[in-house]
């Protein structure tokens, strides 16, 4: 039923440190994760976004702290090096007598479109609120590059301006080496 639902379950086993993984969560997390049939709990905490493992280790400790289900959402980094948005629920299904858990269930959901299209919504109602604003020309050509590097995916990029004569200027950039901008800061016409 949980495969139908498009939905990856896992199991830990506290005492051994086994975290088994359902076939479909496996396919999100290249398959090559973890390396042998089972990984461990520190494999798999050291495969979140950084940025967010600060909230994922508060909400482990609070876990083992309480009774309470656990729930967050956070980025997984794949060996390729992309992230992945997984929304994640586990319950002690079993505890030992001082109440430490022993065995959890748990679902993963990928949320990484969702997340996407949130992160273009918001990008592009910033971009339409500057626009509301009338920017001179360099304002705008520094909103426009701050909205594309904003995206997840990018960490450096330029932006180029087309002249009467059918070259190209770069008029702003970030995150480039300074050979590249030598050789392409002006961009001739009819360059391939």
Known sequence: ??????????????????????????????????????ATLAEWTARIHADDRPAADAAIQAFYASDAPY???????????????LDVRGVAVERDANGRPLRTLGTKVD?????????????????????????DHASLVEAMLDTVLAL????????????????????ASRGISTEFLAQACEIEPGSP
């Open 1 to 38: 039923l949980l495969e139908a639902l498009d939905t990856g379950y896992w199991e830990y086993d506290h005492l051994r440190d086994r975290m088994y993984y359902s076939p479909r969560l496996r396919a999100w997390l290249g398959n090559d994760f973890p390396a042998g049939e089972y």
């Open 111 to 135: 949320t990484t479109q969702r997340r996407q299209q949130e992160e273009l919504l918001l990008l592009q109602q910033r971009f339409n609120q500057i626009l509301l604003d009338n920017p």
């Open 71 to 85: 729930h967050l959402e956070y980025r997984f980094i794949r060996s390729d090096g992309n992230s992945i948005w």
């Open 152 to 171: 997840s995916e990018l960490d450096g990029g330029g932006l180029y301006e087309l002249s009467p004569d059918g070259s190209y200027s770069l008029v």
